[in-house]
């Protein structure tokens, strides 16, 4: 698949972690030198800051999107390539999804499985056939990984569903299984007799 920009959704924190918050500045400097626009929400605080400046760094086109409400609390990233500003978080989800490729989710917290979760459904209803990424740094997603093998069992998501996240421990390994992948063809996945 061809990529031109990524979204990434991640923490408006670095964590307590000091990994994290290098990894995310790798992440930002490794889509600048393969060519790949990074679009994410807009701050410069946390994870968000430092992939936004990990790909600055580099020379790359970086692209927030941030709600107005957000503006006020001084957290907008002022040396971004485009700010665009939106009135609402779902419309700031819509916004980042018209603009991308693919995405990819850093350690975070609700916000950030919010906005995640919601681009995988968005696939898993044929919205779209972006691919969708963790990049499971240190472990974090282990737990969540583990969730979604548990709803698969249990029945409450079809496997070919579950192919759809795509989850690596190292940049470069996430960025080539989102290139290479292919978005499996999307059934009806509720049928009379699953009623």
Request: aromatic fraction near 6%.
């Amino acid at each position: 698949m061809k990529m031109k920009r990524i979204s990434v959704f991640c923490g408006s924190s670095s964590g307590n972690h000091r990994g994290y918050r290098e990894q995310a500045r790798l992440l930002g400097r490794t889509l600048a030198q393969q060519n790949l626009e990074l679009v994410y929400g807009g701050a410069r605080v946390g994870l968000m800051g430092a992939v936004a400046d990990g790909a600055l760094q580099e020379g790359g086109r970086v692209i927030g999107v941030l709600p107005r409400f957000l503006v006020s609390k001084e957290v907008a990233h002022e040396g971004l390539s485009e700010l665009i500003l939106v009135d609402s978080m779902h419309e700031r989800k819509t916004r980042m999804n018209e603009l991308s490729d693919g995405v990819i989710a850093l350690p975070g917290g609700f916000g950030t499985l919010e906005e995640f979760f919601e681009m995988l459904t968005w696939a898993q209803l044929g919205l779209h056939n972006k691919p969708i990424g963790i990049l499971n740094l240190d472990g974090f997603y282990d737990e969540l990984i583990r969730l979604v093998g548990k709803m698969v069992d249990h029945g409450f998501l079809k496997e070919e569903h579950r192919q759809m996240l795509l989850v690596d421990t190292e940049i470069d390994g996430l960025l080539r299984r989102m290139i290479s992948y292919a978005a499996p063809a999307v059934r009806k996945w509720i049928t009379p007799e699953s009623v």
